[in-house]
T-cell receptor, first 111, second 115 residues
Framework: LAKTTQPISMDSYEGQEVNITCSHN???????ITWYQQFPSQGPRFIIQ???TKVTNEVASLFIPADRKSSTLSLPRVSLSDTAVYYC????????????FGQGTTLQVKP | DGGITQSPKYLFRKEGQNVTLSCEQN?????MYWYRQDPGQGLRLIYY???????QKGDIAEGYSVSREKKESFPLTVTSAQKNPTAFYLC??????????????FGPGTRLTVL
C-alpha cells in the first residue's frame, strides 16, 4: 500500500487560500487519492477524491500532477471554521479495510 | 435521513468490564469498519466486515470482538483483555463493490473512558 507523507501542521489567516501537499511516491496504478477533514471529537468527513489532473467541488480543489506521486488539496478563502485536521489517503478499488490514516495535517486558521 | 449512527456518544466503564459500542447504517453499504483514535493521533483499524457473518482483523484487533449479523449493524465489544481501552472509537461504512472506490463515511464517534 502506498504510504503518504504530509506536513504535521500549517497556519493560515482568514480569507487566504491554503494548499496542503501530500507525497505518495509508491502510488499504484489503480489507486485514488482521497482527502478527509476531521474536527475535534467528530468523525472524519469526506472532502474530495481524484485520480489525475484536477478535481473541483463546492468545498475544495485537488491537483494531481501527471506522475501522481503527490497531490495538493486547495482550500479557497479559508475561514476560522476550516480549522481542522486534514488527512490524505491513497487506495484503490478492492482495498477494503486497507486505507491508512496517518497523523494528518493540523490546519490552524487565525483571524 | 441517511447516515451512520453510533451510540452512546460518551461511555464510562470500570476496569475489568466488557462494553459494547453500537454502530448502525442505513446507507445500504456493504462494508463496515471500526477504528480507534488516541489523542493527537490518526485512526487505527480494529476490525472490518465486507459481508454479513464475516469480518477480518485490522491492525489492533487484540482485546476487541465484533459481529455482523445484519448488513446495517456492526457492534464492537471492548473486552477486559484490552489493556488500554480509553479512546475515541469511530465506525465507518463504504459501498465496497468492484469498480467503486473505497470511500468511507464515518459516524460521530463514541468516547470511551475507563475509570
Amino acid at each position: 500500500l502506498a504510504k503518504t507523507t504530509q506536513p504535521i501542521s500549517m497556519d493560515s489567516y482568514e480569507g487566504q487560500e491554503v494548499n496542503i501537499t501530500c507525497s505518495h511516491n509508491n502510488i499504484a496504478t489503480n489507486d485514488y487519492i482521497t482527502w478527509y477533514q476531521q474536527f475535534p471529537s467528530q468523525g472524519p468527513r469526506f472532502i474530495i477524491q481524484g485520480y489525475k489532473t484536477k478535481v473541483t467541488n463546492e468545498v475544495a480543489s485537488l491537483f494531481i500532477p501527471a506522475d501522481r506521486k503527490s497531490s495538493t488539496l486547495s482550500l479557497p478563502r479559508v475561514s476560522l471554521s476550516d480549522t481542522a485536521v486534514y488527512y490524505c489517503l491513497v487506495g484503490g478499488t478492492g482495498n477494503t479495510g486497507k486505507l491508512i490514516f496517518g497523523q494528518g495535517t493540523t490546519l490552524q486558521v487565525k483571524p | 435521513d441517511g447516515g451512520i449512527t453510533q451510540s452512546p456518544k460518551y461511555l464510562f466503564r470500570k476496569e475489568g468490564q466488557n462494553v459494547t459500542l453500537s454502530c448502525e447504517q442505513n446507507l445500504n453499504h456493504d462494508a463496515m469498519y471500526w477504528y480507534r483514535q488516541d489523542p493527537g493521533q490518526g485512526l487505527r483499524l480494529i476490525y472490518y466486515s465486507q459481508i454479513v457473518n464475516d469480518f477480518q482483523k485490522g491492525d489492533i484487533a487484540e482485546g476487541y470482538s465484533v459481529s455482523r449479523e445484519k448488513k446495517e449493524s456492526f457492534p464492537l465489544t471492548v473486552t477486559s483483555a484490552q489493556k488500554n481501552p480509553t479512546a475515541f472509537y469511530l465506525c465507518a461504512s463504504s459501498i465496497d463493490r468492484a469498480g467503486v472506490t473505497d470511500t468511507q463515511y464515518f459516524g460521530p464517534g463514541t468516547r470511551l473512558t475507563v475509570l
